[in-house]
């Protein structure tokens, strides 16, 4: 079913993991998506082929690039910040230079793409934020730096949703817990301390986030907004 026919969407960080599946997902139900991306330029072009959409080179840790580029895809309909990285290690051992590039991807780049986005978006759109779990909970040592990124979108959705509410335009965030991709795979050293404290013993899809981000950004959630929402396997519970 073409749920997005004429919906113009952006997705930030959409070459790989659950950026890719999210841009699938959101091209099957019949949106006019363009995706960005770093490093991957392989991968992006296959996806680009695969689904239809366009491709674009943008580093998220550069702010210009990041308005730039939501200006040229614009005006949009839909906006998914799904581009983020995680750095796990004691706080005292990690980078501090790395510590500052991931808040410039995490937080700088959510917060100026949306407010960019929000500049033209039509009334009615959508800004759906890839957060984390980890935005409410830390279970383990290593991961204050990453959770505070995350916690950090929280407040983006809820304050932005009141300036933007007047006109329609919903922003949420959605909470993965762990998701099989390059960041988090299912095999990874992690798996068995991640796996004790849920619910629903496994990582979860790609697909799974996608499906959450497409009712998000649908026509039947616009009383939804402000709101984070948590698909974690009871990660959190
Ligand atoms: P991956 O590392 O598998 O993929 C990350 C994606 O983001 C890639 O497409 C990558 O593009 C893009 N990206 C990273 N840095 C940049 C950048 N500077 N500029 C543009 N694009 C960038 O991660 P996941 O799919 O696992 O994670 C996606 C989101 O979900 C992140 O925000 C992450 O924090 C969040 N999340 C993930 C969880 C998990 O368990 N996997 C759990 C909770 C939240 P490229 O390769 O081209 O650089």
Do not use: W
């Not at 993965?176 to 990582?203: C, E, L, Q, W, Y």
């Amino acid at each position: 079913m073409s749920t997005l026919a004429q919906k113009r969407a952006l997705v930030l960080g959409g070459s790989r993991g659950i950026g890719a599946a999210i841009v699938r997902r959101l091209a099957r139900d019949g949106a006019d998506v363009t995706f960005t991306y770093s490093g991957s330029a392989d991968a992006a072009q296959a996806l680009a082929e695969e689904t239809g959409a366009k491709t674009v080179q943008s580093d998220s840790a550069s702010r210009d690039a990041t308005t730039r580029t939501v200006r040229e895809a614009g005006p949009l309909d839909i906006l998914v910040v799904n581009a983020g990285v995680a750095m796990i290690g004691e706080a005292v051992e990690l980078d501090p230079d790395g510590v500052d590039r991931m808040i410039d991807i995490n937080i700088r780049s959510p917060y100026h793409a949306s407010v960019e986005a929000a500049k033209t978006m039509a009334d009615g759109g959508r800004i759906v934020i890839i957060g984390s779990v980890n935005g409410d909970r830390v279970p383990f040592a290593g991961g204050a730096a990453y959770g505070m990124t995350k916690s950090a979108m929280q407040s983006l959705a809820r304050g932005l949703a009141r300036d933007l509410g007047p006109r329609g335009i919903t922003v949420n965030v959605v909470q993965p817990g762990p998701v099989d991709t390059d960041m988090n795979p299912a095999d990874g050293p992690m798996r068995d301390v991640m796996h004790s404290f849920m619910a629903i013993k496994r990582h979860g899809t790609p697909a799974e986030i996608a499906g959450m981000v497409a009712y998000l950004t649908g026509p039947e959630a616009g009383y939804v907004t402000g709101a984070m929402h948590t698909i974690d396997g009871g990660f959190g519970a």
